[in-house]
């Protein structure tokens, strides 16, 4: 069976700080991966989506990078976080574009 | 502009009770429609998927309807239980480029005893 791990569960981090949220997905090859972030009170918004090892496509311009160094691995990176990227993050992924999403337990980020 | 309403934003019922949440749509072309569980501080988690086709499909205590004429799905919980308490998610994929997935900001429903 397939599953999907997202780490850190909680993070609290400094204004300026860097930022690095892990995701992995196991029991599956060349899923489709995903990056959404979940502010108070608002729905998900999808922040980057990778179809392939190294192909990353960016939904709106922000302070956020990812990355897929391998292709079941998926990285939300940050060079210096704001205020403003505190959030509930979540990655996803799925066979094919339009397909079911399977999402990690997320991570809460506080940014201070 | 595709866009997903969901509506009420936040429901409160007594245990047992049934409640019914609504997902109007403008997504075009419209490839299918899901709803999410969201428990808090967790991620989503699939309860039902609908394609053009099909008018309604349940999972237990869970029955979605889709009206693709009128653009509308709703989620009916019957017999709620405390465990309901949670975020339900309408997220509608669309045909084209891109991860064509477009959520609503979700329904709160409180079950209380």
């Known amino acids: 069976s397939q599953t999907i791990h997202q780490w850190p569960a909680t993070l609290v981090q400094p204004v300026g700080s860097p930022l690095s949220l892990e995701c992995t997905v196991e029991?599956?090859?060349?899923?489709?991966l995903y990056w959404y972030r979940q502010a108070a009170g608002r729905g998900l918004q999808l922040l980057f989506y990778?179809?392939?090892?190294?192909?990353i496509s960016s939904e709106v311009p922000q302070n956020l990078s990812a990355s897929r160094p391998q292709d079941r691995q998926f990285i939300l990176s940050s060079k210096k976080l704001l205020l403003s990227d505190s959030g509930f993050y979540l990655c996803?992924?799925?066979?094919?574009?339009?397909?079911?999403?399977?999402f990690g337990q997320g991570t809460r980020l506080t940014v201070v | 502009k595709n866009q997903v309403e969901q509506s009420p934003q936040s429901l409160i019922i007594l245990e047992g009770k049934n409640c019914t949440l609504q997902?109007?749509?403008?997504?075009?072309?419209?490839?299918?429609l899901r709803w999410y569980k969201q428990d808090t501080g967790r991620g989503p988690v699939s309860l039902t998927i609908m394609t053009f086709s099909e008018n309604t499909k349940s999972n237990g205590r869970y029955t979605a309807t889709l009206d693709a004429d009128t653009k509308q799905s709703s989620l009916h919980i019957t017999a709620s239980q405390l465990s309901d308490s949670a975020s339900y998610i309408c997220?509608?994929?669309?045909?084209?480029?891109?991860?064509?997935?477009?959520f609503g900001k979700g329904t709160t429903l409180s079950v209380s005893s």
């Open positions: 997902c109007n749509y403008t997504v075009s072309p419209f490839s299918n």
């Open positions: 997220v509608v994929s669309a045909e084209q480029a891109g991860t064509a997935l477009i």
């Open positions: 996803a992924w799925s066979r094919q574009r339009n397909t079911e999403a399977f």
């Open positions: 990778s179809v392939g090892i190294g192909q």
């Open positions: 029991g599956t090859s060349n899923p489709n």
